[in-house]
C-alpha cells in the first residue's frame, strides 16, 4: 500500500514562508506524477501545482504562480512545496497526491491515484 504523508504546515503571518513536504513510502514515487491540492472550509478541493514524473514539467494555479513552488526528490521519494508571500486566502488544509496512471503530469484530482492525510496551513492577517 503507498503512503503519502505530509509536513512543514502550521500558522504563519501574512507575507510569510512555509514549506510543505510529503514523504511517498514506495520506489514508485520516482515514476509517478506528484501534485499538491487544497481545501479551504466550506469549499470544494482545488488544484495547486503539479510536477511530472521526472521533474521537467510544471504547472501552477493561477492564484499561486509566482509564489509557490513545487519539487521533487527521487533519492528521498520526498515532493516539496515551497510556499512564499502568504496570503490569508491562502488558509486551507494541503493535500499531496500521486499519480502513476499521469506521468507527464496532471492537474485534476481524479488524475491522481494516492492521497496523503493533509495539512493545515494557516495564514493570519
Known amino acids: 500500500q503507498v503512503q503519502l504523508v505530509e509536513s512543514g504546515g502550521g500558522l504563519v503571518q501574512a507575507g510569510g514562508s512555509l514549506e510543505l513536504s510529503c514523504v511517498v513510502s514506495?520506489?514508485?514515487?520516482?515514476?509517478?506524477?506528484m501534485g499538491w491540492f487544497r481545501q479551504a472550509p466550506g469549499k470544494e478541493r482545488e488544484f495547486v501545482a503539479a510536477?511530472?514524473?521526472?521533474?521537467?514539467?510544471?504547472y501552477y494555479a493561477d492564484s499561486v504562480k509566482g509564489r509557490f513552488t513545487i519539487s521533487k526528490d527521487n533519492a528521498k521519494n520526498t515532493e516539496y512545496l515551497q510556499m512564499n508571500f502568504l496570503k490569508p486566502e491562502d488558509t486551507a488544509v494541503y493535500y499531496c497526491a500521486a499519480s502513476v496512471r499521469y506521468r507527464l503530469g496532471a492537474t485534476r484530482a481524479l488524475e491522481y491515484d494516492y492521497w496523503g492525510q493533509g495539512t493545515q496551513v494557516t495564514v493570519s492577517s
Open positions: 510536477i511530472s514524473w521526472s521533474g521537467d514539467w510544471t
Open positions: 514506495e520506489r514508485t514515487f520516482s515514476s509517478a506524477a
